[in-house]
């Protein structure tokens, strides 16, 4: 599977983004996608998945109830939905795809996107 994010940009603290990330390749409803971010300076880190038809999501708990994540499968796309932005949401931000989400929560990823940057100011 090859992923492509887009979307990323410069926003003001308290703001939105909505990442997208278009798969080709194998077939995209075989998988698992989600979303994962490295600061400047730390690891990589899980924000988000979402599960093969859609109908269950995991977040992590720095970005629930902020963000959202949803799959169009028709259309081979994963999307993040960024509300109320901060500071520390500044990142490189991956899309993903994986078995399951409970791997991809445990950095057990099959397929890493090259990410776009996503920068929050104050």
């Known amino acids: 599977v090859q992923l492509q994010a887009c979307g990323g940009g410069l926003v003001q603290a308290g703001g939105s983004l909505r990442l997208s990330c278009l798969a080709s390749?194998?077939?995209?409803?075989?998988?698992?996608m989600g979303w994962f971010r490295q600061a400047p300076g730390k690891e990589r880190e899980f924000v988000a998945s979402?599960?093969?038809?859609?109908?269950?999501?995991l977040y992590s708990d720095d970005v629930k109830g902020r963000f959202t994540v949803s799959r169009d499968n028709a259309k081979n796309a994963v999307y993040l939905q960024m509300n109320s932005l901060k500071p520390e949401d500044t990142a490189v931000y991956f899309c993903?795809?994986?078995?399951?989400?409970?791997?991809?929560?445990?950095?057990?990823?099959?397929?890493w996107g090259k990410g776009t940057l996503v920068t929050v100011s104050s």
């Open positions: 979402v599960s093969w038809s859609g109908g269950s999501t």
């Open positions: 390749g194998r077939t995209f409803s075989d998988y698992v």
């Open positions: 993903v795809a994986g078995a399951t989400q409970g791997n991809l929560w445990r950095n057990d990823v099959n397929y």
